[in-house]
């Protein structure tokens, strides 16, 4: 078993940020604007690669995302490393009375070819040195033409549409948007699972964070993602800061313990990850748990099968292949999982906690809060 050498530390508390671009203050959704337009044509026709209808359209667009659209990416990226300043910045508050500088930098470790969607996050560098940030863009993706043809691909007709609607049905009320703050809490609706035999439903990252924070403020489970501090919302996505994490394939050692730990809780929720499993996007949190920062494409399941053998066979394969340098033994993890899993169900935790904790609308409700344009 691998020892270890990840050391918890406390971390500086968010308060208050203020975002300039040019000089000017700006919300979070423009900066993502500032420095991922130039991507968007790039995007649509990944997408349509995917989601086209015959093999002789998927192989025309293919052909135009190889041909065409990668000009696009490649000006983007000339741009990208031209620029040694974006001329956007920040100002953020911290509980420790300090007051820190940040210039913002977009992510550019991804490959062109399959990117279906923006970048969730921006990098904000501290100018002074040291404690760099993240900002994240938390989506309801479009679900129709988004989240359907992709979530199928893997699971056919186990996929239940009608049961994820329910994490979209509030984008056509047009009453939402006169509702009150106090009154949007108060009504916010829990979800139900899906109906379907060994059926998944997607959960949109917005609710899946909501419902886990919710979670974890009553003492239910360890973090399962790291720690948000929400920034600003709209009806289809929130924005939050987070502290940099490292991940396990680059930089600690973990233990089969800690894996199991958090596999095992993900298991007791009925939480999948095979739509998009990378061993990058797990590290250690400040606790010294393990956890998972880019939880935007989970399934829900109530099937012991999916949930607890299928997702760990993908897992298995995804380790196998990414995490090389890592000295892993399944049979040790399965254990951990078991034991985790076990515990779970003796707390009360079943299938179907998860779902009572989470609303099926965009809230910003649970999460602790940094003022906008107050640093």
């Not at 999948?272 to 935007?296: A, F, K, V, W």
């Amino acid at each position: 078993m691998s020892a270890r050498i990840y050391q918890p530390k406390s971390l500086p508390i968010p308060r208050g940020m203020t975002l300039r671009y040019l000089g000017e203050e700006i919300r979070p959704s423009q900066a993502f604007d500032v420095l991922y337009a130039g991507l968007d044509s790039l995007i649509e026709g990944v997408v349509e690669s995917y989601t086209a209808h015959g093999r002789k359209e998927k192989m025309e667009a293919r052909s135009r995302v190889e041909r065409e659209l990668k000009e696009e990416y490649t000006k983007w990226i000339r741009w990208t490393n031209k620029c040694s300043d974006f001329k956007l910045e920040a100002q953020i508050a911290f509980d420790d009375t300090s007051l820190r500088n940040y210039a913002l930098f977009p992510r550019t470790n991804f490959d062109p070819e399959g990117l279906k969607k923006r970048p969730s996050i921006i990098w904000l560098r501290n100018m002074e040195g040291g404690n760099s940030l993240v900002l994240r863009e938390a989506r309801r993706y479009e679900l129709n033409s988004f989240v359907a043809p992709f979530v199928r691909r893997t699971y056919g007709n186990k996929f239940d549409l009608d049961v994820t609607r329910q994490f979209y049905t509030d984008t056509c009320n047009t009453e939402r948007k006169n509702t009150s703050k106090r009154e949007e809490t108060n009504t916010v609706r829990t979800a139900r699972a899906s109906s379907k035999p060994s059926g998944v439903m997607f959960l949109p990252e917005p609710q899946l964070l909501a419902g886990l924070e919710k979670m974890n403020e009553e003492g239910w489970m360890g973090r399962l993602t790291p720690q948000p501090f929400a920034v600003d919302a709209n009806e289809d996505k929130w924005w939050y800061l987070r502290h940099h994490i490292s991940t396990l394939v680059a930089d600690v050692s973990p233990t089969m313990e800690d894996l199991g730990n958090f596999f095992g809780q993900m298991q007791a929720l009925g939480l999948i990850e095979e739509l998009d499993r990378q061993m990058i996007h797990y590290g250690y949190s400040s606790e010294g748990n393990i956890i998972n920062y880019d939880p935007d494409f989970m399934v829900h399941s109530t099937s012991d099968r999916l949930v607890r053998q299928r997702d760990f066979d993908d897992l298995r394969d995804v380790m196998g292949r990414e995490a090389k340098n890592l000295l892993v033994s399944f049979d040790l993890i399965k254990r951990a999982i078991d034991v985790q899993r076990e515990y779970a169900e003796q707390m009360g935790i079943t299938k179907q906690t998860l779902l009572d904790y989470l609303p099926t609308s965009v809230t910003m409700e649970p999460f602790a809060k940094v003022e906008l344009h107050r640093a």
